[in-house]
């Protein structure tokens, strides 16, 4: 590859990885504007609450625990919620008790802090609960209480907070299938959009644009990580939830398909790595890119199926005639360079079948005997 594709290469590389990184940002924006929003408006109701209710005149431990408890992720499960009100009710207890009784100071601040972390590894199992329960004692222990404050004024703002926060966990559960339903269609279409880079890069027997497509295939990985995150956290939710248990084989069958994508993934860079080193100008790889390309069509039906919730049965379809056409005494016609492209093909091809939720036997069975 000379100097100057090279050089291109280098220079298009950051266009494309930006673009990526502000297409996944505005993907975690959209998924955590509406639990945003709720959290937002139960930290003013807390504030409300304590202020005109109960009449503190700067509630301001109120809103700062139902933030807490509620945080950014839709995944409110209820004991979560309490494992956190829990936590900063203890904390914030233990801070006042410190405060009144014996001031505040540095040895103070360790004393509260060891005090309030290990009643909470006492009381449950949860690190949440004792993680939230040492950042308060610490904070209020530090904090010298305003003018006017009552002692156990802030404790009594931080319980209004997380009664607001359960109060909104309890009335408006989310589904746990909805955060890994998203973040898969979103790691699904970021590895179809690297497919279609990858097939326009060999139909054209540009190494420029084979730089372009890896890079892309590249700046898929947060969206991946993204999406094993979202569907393990979602897994832990309804297993200890009654109600959302239903929905566990789902969430498993998207953890599941996380993993055959990942390993789809890494074998495609795989194949770019090694198209990289081929002199295709020498070669005839349109059949590949074609079959590319119709590989990366199926990819984005499945990630429209995923993010719906219904039986990708279409994905499947494009994807086993993929499978059938991946004969490299075919497609590479006594070419080995070609071939060994088409043999790189059939794995990934293979693990996204299994991922829309074909038979690993019969998906491996579709391929074209060597």
């Not at 090279?6 to 930006?18: E, G, I, L």
């Not at 990819?299 to 995923?306: D, G, I, N, W, Y």
């Not at 499978?323 to 490299?328: F, K, M, R």
């Not at 293979?350 to 391929?367: F, H, I, N």
């Amino acid at each position: 590859m000379s100097g100057d594709v090279s050089d291109s290469a280098r220079t298009d590389r950051p266009r494309v990885v930006v673009h990526a990184r502000v297409r996944q940002g505005l993907n975690r924006v959209r998924a955590a504007f509406w639990p945003i929003m709720l959290a937002s408006a139960a930290a003013s109701g807390a504030w409300a609450f304590a202020h005109f209710v109960v009449g503190h005149e700067f509630p301001f431990f109120a809103p700062v625990a139902a933030w807490v408890c509620l945080g950014f992720s839709a995944d409110r499960e209820v004991r979560k919620v309490v494992e956190l009100g829990v936590g900063v009710a203890i904390g914030v207890l233990f801070g006042e008790l410190v405060v009144l009784g014996i001031g505040g100071g540095w040895w103070q601040v360790g004393l509260v802090l060891a005090v309030a972390t290990l009643l909470a590894r006492f009381i449950d199992r949860g690190p949440m609960l004792t993680m939230q329960a040492g950042t308060q004692a610490i904070v209020i222990s530090s904090i010298q209480p305003g003018t006017g404050v009552t002692p156990f004024d802030r404790w009594t703002d931080a319980l209004v907070g997380a009664a607001v926060a359960l109060a909104v966990a309890v009335m408006l559960p989310g589904d746990p299938r909805a955060r890994p339903r998203r973040a898969a269609s979103d790691a699904v279409f970021e590895f179809a959009s690297g497919l279609s880079r990858l097939a326009d890069a060999l139909r054209d027997a540009d190494a420029d644009d084979l730089e372009t497509a890896l890079v892309r295939l590249r700046a898929s990985e947060p969206s991946l990580q993204e999406w094993q995150s979202v569907a393990t956290n979602s897994a832990d939710v309804a297993r200890v939830n009654a109600v959302q248990r239903r929905h566990l084989p789902e969430i498993r069958r998207l953890q599941d398909a996380s993993v055959r994508t990942d390993r789809a993934v890494r074998s495609v860079r795989v194949l770019t790595r090694r198209a990289l080193g081929t002199p295709l100008a020498e070669h005839d790889v349109s059949a590949i890119a074609d079959v590319v390309e119709r590989f990366g069509s199926g990819c984005r039906v499945l990630a429209s199926a995923l993010s719906g919730g219904i039986d990708p049965f279409v994905a499947r379809e494009i994807l086993e005639e993929v499978a059938t056409e991946l004969d490299p005494h075919e497609l590479g016609q006594g070419d080995w360079h070609v071939q060994s492209l088409v043999l790189l093909l059939r794995s990934p091809v293979v693990d996204m079948l299994e991922a829309a939720g074909e038979d690993p036997a019969r998906a491996r069975a579709l391929l074209p005997e060597l």
